[in-house]
């Protein structure tokens, strides 16, 4: 990797990071969130700064595997488990939402012969 | 013996009229409550129901057909009914049809009664919906050990004792994968021939989008109801 590649890769880091900060701040991701983002783009300027530790976690595997096979398996296995988690926690809070609307409904009951109520 | 129908509606508007007469017509208020339940319509259904002076709750956004039945099985549980029975808002059933299911439930020798349009000499399934109908109903048969032959018939009655499991399971209409649940925890079942009628005015909530993806969603549903481990009780701890 030329420096030239090195200082892209690691300012394009470093811009996201920065975004991300920003949204905490905004209270647009929260902080578990971001954290998961921030760990992973760390991890991503490290393996930038110093290309060769990629090769030393490539020699760990039997097969010698190459860095760019190990990070892109690594990067996609991360992806889907965070995806995953994010289905879960998307559908914990449908079922809040669910049981709010539903508890609402219930409340405001409508019998016939009762007066109409305001329906905002 | 007291049992609640509920009706839930989605931008059913133009057939609400139609279908609160039939109805009233029909059935009495010494055997069944009535509960509309209102889906988040955006056209004048609300109007409608209060025009009519029936008696309904009103979900403040759309939850789908699913939520608007659950929500009347948690009104049913709450006011301590026999038994919850579902029943289409878009004019495709009929009321009269109705009353041979209540007499099946009152007989007490069945927990759960589903209507059935094959049994009938005459319905207006055609075509692929015919076709899928029959394979639900064959893996629901299969799986359950007891012949169904319309799984995917949206009138069918459940007694008190069974509404926890209808509320636990993983579902997605409430037909067969509800079949097999319910069996599995212990429900005597039967279906009772029905006729239905064609829908009078209004959309489907089904699509062709949907088409591709209710099958799929249905085994999945059928699958996890199939292995799971379902108990029956008085439910009065599921009651909102």
């Not at chain 1, 889907?80 to 409340?107: C, D, G, P, T, W």
């Not at chain 2, 299969?142 to 993983?170: A, E, N, W």
Request: net charge negative; charged share 20%; glycine share 8%.
């Amino acid at each position: 990797m030329t420096p030239q590649s090195m200082l892209v890769i690691s300012l394009f880091i470093v811009g996201t990071m920065v975004w991300i900060l920003h949204n905490l701040r905004q209270r647009r991701l929260t902080a578990g969130q971001a954290g998961f983002w921030l760990i992973l783009l760390a991890g991503a300027e490290v393996l930038t700064l110093f290309p060769s530790l990629a090769d030393v976690v490539g020699r760990l595997f039997r097969d010698d595997l190459l860095p760019v096979s190990w990070i892109s398996f690594a990067g996609l296995l991360s992806l889907i488990v965070y995806l995953l988690y994010l289905s879960m926690k998307v559908n914990r809070q449908r079922e809040e939402f669910v049981r709010l609307v539903r508890e609402l409904a219930l409340k405001e009951e409508h019998k016939p012969g009762e007066a109409p109520d305001d329906d905002a | 013996m007291k049992g609640l129908i509920v009706i839930p509606a989605h931008n059913e508007a133009e057939n609400l009229a139609h279908v609160i007469a039939d109805l009233r017509a029909h059935v009495s208020a010494s055997q069944v409550d009535l509960l509309f339940v209102d889906d988040g319509s955006k056209d004048d259904s609300v109007s409608v129901l209060k025009a009519q002076h029936v008696h309904f709750v009103r979900h403040r956004t759309n939850l789908g057909y699913e939520e608007a039945l659950k929500t009347g099985i948690h009104y049913g549980l709450n006011h301590a009914y026999d038994f919850v029975g579902f029943f289409d808002s878009d004019g495709q059933h009929r009321a009269c049809d109705l009353l041979l299911l209540i007499e099946a439930m009152e007989s007490g020798e069945v927990d759960v009664v589903q209507g059935s349009r094959m049994l009938s000499q005459e319905h207006t399934m055609r075509g692929a919906r015919f076709l899928g109908g029959k394979l639900f109903a064959l893996v629901t048969s299969l799986i359950t050990r007891q012949r169904f032959t319309d799984t995917t018939c949206g009138l069918k009655l459940i007694r008190r004792h069974f509404l926890g499991v209808t509320l636990s399971i993983p579902s997605q209409d409430m037909h067969g994968e509800l079949l097999v649940a319910l069996v599995g925890s212990g429900a005597r079942c039967c279906e009772v021939p029905i006729y239905v009628d064609l829908r009078m005015a209004g959309k489907s909530m089904h699509s062709v989008r949907t088409a591709v993806l209710y099958p799929i969603r249905t085994f999945l549903c059928i699958i996890t109801a199939a292995i799971g481990n379902w108990q029956a009780n008085d439910c009065d701890g599921e009651a909102l």
